[in-house]
Structures are given as C-alpha cells and as structure tokens.
C-alpha cells in the first residue's frame, strides 16, 4: 500500500461501504510512474466465513501495477440487521446498519 498515492489515508465515508470501484477523488495519482490513469482491480477474493461475507482486492495502477491499496469489505446478518464495514487506504473507512425488517425498529416514532 502506497501512501504517496492518495490524498488521505482511510478518509472516513460514514456508511459509504463499496463492495467493488475506487474512490477516485482521493486518488493523486501513481507514486511510481507519476500517471493519473484509471485504477484496476486486482487479485479480488470472495470468502464466506462463520456467516461473514469478505471481499478482498488489490487497487492497481494500470499503467505500472503499482499496487495503491488493499481493500476490505465486509457483509454480514447480526440479528435482524445487515452490518456492512470498509476498509481501505484509498476509499476509506465505514460502517452500515440495514434493518431487514419493513419498518426499522431504531426509527419508529414512539406512539405517546
């Protein structure tokens, strides 16, 4: 992972969790061959595990194969929620809580 390429490390994106892309507009360009190109995905990997779902893959310069970044995401079902995490030096850090349920529980209104 290349810290010389972004523009800040693991920005914090609230609950903006990709499970696939690049977060171009912290991208400053490759640090080894100073080009601004697309970013390929490399190496990507899906596991389950216990329940979890992990996403893994590598973001590439496409010029040079720079490796930029490692990215992590995560997906899984905790009671009647789908929990999602990011972890990535160039797209960032976050989490999301879904409800699976029609009406989420945490944002009904109290009737009194």
Known sequence: MCTDCVQKEY????????????????????????????????????????GEEIVTYDHVCKNCHHIIARHEYT????????????????CGKAEDTISILPDDPRRMAPLF
């Open 11 to 50: 920005p914090n994106r609230g609950n903006t969790c990709l499970e696939n892309g690049s977060f171009l507009l912290n991208y400053v360009g490759c640090a080894k061959c100073n080009q601004r190109d697309f970013i390929l995905i490399n190496n990507k990997t899906t596991e389950e595990d216990d």
């Open 75 to 90: 997906f899984s079902v905790v009671d009647d929620y789908q929990e999602y995490t990011m972890l990535c030096m160039l």
